[in-house]
Structures are given as structure tokens and as C-alpha cells.
């Protein structure tokens, strides 16, 4: 049940922000501008839903490799349950575009020329990779650390609680730092760009044609990057626990 809780939990979180992105960027929609106040507010109900999902359903709801790279680390989380979780979250990741790619059918079909792949993951206002690096890794930190210390104790509360908690905590932080920092596109995650990035370049999305994912962006900052941010901020919150 774990692993189908992280599924469904990463499945909401992504569809949910796929499905504004597909909105805003596609031509034949009923939203089609992108709304600063509405992108921060969409991003932070998926994120919160698919965090209260997984944990009302029993699962650590990791949601992030770098929380999972992180707890292998230093959680001695075992390497095999880590891959499966992992696993986990790039089949949502893939379930997530298919079903955006379904429902949007006719949208793409009709966006010729208008550039898709950002719908499926993060690129930043003006690309240089060392500093993007920085910037997502220092965001990454700074989002898992303010979920993970504000959640700090939940688990001696019912179930109902602990999802509600977190699902509150969850939305707070993503709208945090999507008001604060824009520079990398908010990322935070490679499961929400990186594995996006993989399935966009494997399934039949319409209109799609010679668009190609920036490999080198994608694997330098959003998966390395948010790794690093990830891994550091499962270090400093389960030191400080410690240390309370």
C-alpha cells in the first residue's frame, strides 16, 4: 500500500499541475492566459492534494527523489525499497502526461507552433546553468526543509489530521517560494521535470515535432541540482529533530 500511496500521491500532484500548464499554454481552452496568482494557487492545491493522498493512505509520500535519495542516505532507507519508490514516482510521472495528453488532445492538435515542453517541466527566465544550479538547489533546501520541520510531530495524530497537516503544509510552502523565487521555474523536484521530460520525449503528443528537451538543463540542475537541495534538506531537518 506504500508504494501505491507515493503512485497516487506524485499522480495527483503532477496531473494537477500539468493540467493548469496544458490550460494556459495550449490554444482551444477556457483559460489560456497564464495568471501568476492562479499558477502559484495550482501548483500549491496539487502539491497539497497529492501530499495529504499519499499520507492518508499510509505512505511516507517521499514525492521527490531527492527525499528519497535523502533517506537512503541518512534514513537507511534500504536501497531496494528506495528503487521502488522511485519507480513509483516515475510511472506517475508517465500516467500523469498520458492522461494531460488525453484530455488535451484537441488543444495540442490545434497549438501548432506554441512550445510544449515547458508544460511538462521547468525552464528558468534566462538560462545559465551554474547559477540555475545554485538557485534550484537553494530552492529545493528551502521548501523540503519548511515542509519537513512544519510536519515535525504529526505522526502521533490521527490519520484524518496528519493529511489535512500536511496536505496545509504543503500548499503554504509551494506558494512561498513560487512568490519569492522565479529564476529556475520551480522545479524543486526531478520527478516533476525530469521524468516528465523522458515520457514527453517518448509518447505521441500531437504537434509535438522536433521540440526537444534541454537534456543538459534538465539533468544539471533539475536532477542534480534538486537531488543535492533534497538531500540536504532530509540531512539538516532529521539532525535538528534530533537535537530538540
Same mark, same amino acid.
Given at each position: 500500500?506504500?508504494?501505491?500511496?507515493?503512485?497516487?500521491?506524485?499522480?495527483?500532484?503532477?496531473?494537477?499541475?500539468?493540467?493548469?500548464?496544458?490550460?494556459?499554454?495550449?490554444?482551444?481552452?477556457?483559460?489560456?492566459?497564464?495568471?501568476?496568482?492562479?499558477?502559484?494557487?495550482?501548483?500549491?492545491?496539487?502539491?497539497?492534494?497529492?501530499?495529504?493522498?499519499?499520507?492518508?493512505?499510509?505512505?511516507?509520500?517521499?514525492?521527490?527523489?531527492?527525499?528519497?535519495?535523502?533517506?537512503?542516505?541518512? %534514513?537507511?532507507?534500504?536501497?531496494?525499497?528506495?528503487?521502488?519508490?522511485?519507480?513509483?514516482?516515475?510511472?506517475?510521472?508517465?500516467?500523469?502526461?498520458?492522461?494531460?495528453?488525453?484530455?488535451?488532445?484537441?488543444?495540442?492538435?490545434?497549438?501548432?507552433?506554441?512550445?510544449?515542453?515547458?508544460?511538462?517541466?521547468?525552464?528558468?527566465?534566462?538560462?545559465?546553468?551554474?547559477?540555475?544550479?545554485?538557485?534550484?538547489?537553494?530552492?529545493?533546501?528551502?521548501?523540503?526543509?519548511?515542509?519537513?520541520?512544519?510536519?515535525?510531530?504529526?505522526?502521533?495524530?490521527?490519520?484524518?489530521?496528519?493529511?489535512?497537516?500536511?496536505?496545509?503544509?504543503?500548499?503554504?510552502?509551494?506558494?512561498?517560494?513560487?512568490?519569492?523565487? %522565479?529564476?529556475?521555474?520551480?522545479?524543486?523536484?526531478?520527478?516533476?521535470?525530469?521524468?516528465?521530460?523522458?515520457?514527453?520525449?517518448?509518447?505521441?503528443?500531437? %504537434?509535438?515535432?522536433?521540440?526537444?528537451?534541454?537534456?543538459?538543463?534538465?539533468?544539471?540542475?533539475?536532477?542534480?541540482?534538486?537531488?543535492?537541495?533534497?538531500?540536504?534538506?532530509?540531512?539538516?531537518?532529521?539532525?535538528?529533530?534530533?537535537?530538540?
Amino acid at each position: 500500500m506504500t508504494y501505491l500511496a507515493e503512485f497516487i500521491g506524485s499522480f495527483i500532484f503532477l496531473a494537477g499541475g500539468y493540467a493548469y500548464m496544458c490550460n494556459v499554454s495550449l490554444k482551444k481552452t477556457l483559460v489560456s492566459t497564464l495568471n501568476y496568482i492562479e499558477l502559484v494557487f495550482a501548483w500549491s492545491l496539487a502539491v497539497g492534494f497529492g501530499l495529504a493522498a499519499a499520507a492518508i493512505m499510509g505512505g511516507p509520500a517521499y514525492l521527490n527523489p531527492g527525499v528519497v535519495l535523502g533517506s537512503v542516505i541518512y %534514513n537507511h532507507l534500504p536501497i531496494g525499497e528506495a528503487a521502488l519508490y522511485l519507480l513509483m514516482e516515475f510511472l506517475a510521472a508517465g500516467a500523469a502526461v498520458l492522461v494531460c495528453m488525453i484530455f488535451f488532445w484537441d488543444s495540442f492538435k490545434a497549438s501548432g507552433d506554441a512550445p510544449k515542453r515547458g508544460i511538462f517541466s521547468a525552464y528558468p527566465v534566462e538560462k545559465n546553468l551554474p547559477l540555475n544550479f545554485v538557485q534550484e538547489l537553494i530552492a529545493t533546501f528551502v521548501f523540503l526543509f519548511i515542509v519537513f520541520m512544519c510536519i515535525a510531530g504529526v505522526s502521533d495524530l490521527k490519520a484524518g489530521n496528519q493529511s489535512l497537516i500536511i496536505g496545509l503544509v504543503g500548499f503554504g510552502a509551494v506558494a512561498f517560494l513560487a512568490l519569492t523565487f %522565479n529564476s529556475t521555474g520551480f522545479s524543486m523536484n526531478a520527478m516533476r521535470s525530469v521524468f516528465s521530460s523522458i515520457w514527453f520525449a517518448i509518447l505521441p503528443i500531437p %504537434n509535438k515535432k522536433d521540440e526537444k528537451v534541454d537534456w543538459s538543463y534538465q539533468l544539471i540542475v533539475n536532477l542534480v541540482g534538486s537531488s543535492i537541495g533534497g538531500i540536504l534538506a532530509v540531512i539538516a531537518t532529521t539532525y535538528l529533530k534530533g537535537v530538540m
